[in-house]
């Protein structure tokens, strides 16, 4: 059963920091570009980031440039996402997903994903 799990999400304060983390089981990431997407309560769902699948290529949102960082571990079937500066407005369900890639393609948040996690909750508050 194809299936990736988030973690790492909480409740910090602004200015704080976390690291998500996307396992996949089921499959290798090797043969995927992943993403990083979110949902905040009465939102739509917005590209956050994402990553191809030797990580040559990385984008991020406008809203996280600077902050949030992308990596991945093949050898660990793992994606990260490292959270820097939250602010309020980054609170929201997260979810990774992911797309079959070709070896050297970019990746792109603006396309469809094929498989999704089922979220992790990030409250950003004091």
């Known amino acids: 059963q194809l299936q990736l799990v988030e973690s790492g999400g909480g409740l910090v304060q602004p200015g704080g920091s976390l690291r998500l983390s996307c396992v996949a089981s089921?499959?290798?990431?090797?043969?995927?570009?992943i993403g990083w997407f979110r949902q905040a309560p009465g939102k739509e769902r917005e590209g956050v980031s994402c990553i191809s699948r030797r990580a040559g290529s990385t984008n991020y949102a406008d809203s996280v440039k600077g902050r949030f960082t992308i990596s991945r571990d093949n050898a660990k079937n793992t994606v990260y996402l490292q959270m820097n500066s939250l602010k309020p407005e980054d609170t929201a369900v997260y979810y990774c997903?992911?797309?079959?890639?070709?070896?050297?393609?970019?990746?792109?948040?603006?396309?469809?994903?094929?498989?999704w996690g089922q979220g992790t909750q990030v409250t950003v508050s004091s």
């Open positions: 089921g499959f290798t990431l090797d043969y995927y570009a």
């Open positions: 997903a992911a797309k079959p890639s070709g070896l050297y393609s970019k990746c792109e948040l603006e396309v469809e994903y094929a498989y």
